[in-house]
């Protein structure tokens, strides 16, 4: 059974990136050259998952974690005026931070969950939990994108991992819980066996547990050019997409 199962772990880490790329793209596409396009926000769910999870993957992985979080923290600041002219229309939006800024939060929160459950599985956990509470508050009060649910994705995929045994349980749980419950947002009336069900549109986010559970644990191709391309193509296309929405060119 081990054997067969592992065949289907067909993703690597490049590939999961290509995914939540492809998929973030058609989300800041939706909100600039193609607004009104609801089906674009719909697959867009799929993106910030599926970076969080990469994000806690990097930091179990990662081999010198000031480095890590200062990369994280550089792009946060390049990827700032392009966001802020995507969601505000200006340079400045002190109301709205980039998920950069999210993730170097995140970061911060994970090492000290991870220093606590290094010296024991129990205390790591209520440390973990303590973190997700502050992590909440911090991300409320920064304005980061995707506010404390944004942290509270990437402590649950790091939790996830310290428990391989319920690790998919605990994904599937933390992901409806945050997306159906504290995010809400838009939903749409779909027609099932003659009844109306409201289909919230962060529902969707819950597919990204798709390439997540089809990831076989390689980082895959590519190296340190294919690294930082992944964290360029953030600011770059949002910059792109909001001039020429500026411009007026839309789909």
Known sequence: ???????????TGAGLKIVAMACMFLDHAGWTVAFGAQWLG???RIAFPLFAFMVAEGYCHTRNFKRYLGR????ALISEIPFNLMTGGGLLNPFHQNVMFTFCLALLLLRVADKAWQRNWWEGLLVAVFAGCVGYGLGMLTFVDYNGCGILTVLAFWLARKLPRFGWAVQLAALAWINLELLGGMSYIVEFMGRELWVPQQAFALLALIPIWLYNGQRGPGGRKWQYFVYAF???HILILSLLALAGISL
């Open 1 to 11: 059974m081990t054997v067969q199962r592992s065949k289907f772990k067909c993703l």
């Open 42 to 44: 719909c697959v867009g």
């Open 72 to 75: 994280m923290f550089l792009f």
């Open 234 to 236: 953030y600011p770059a």
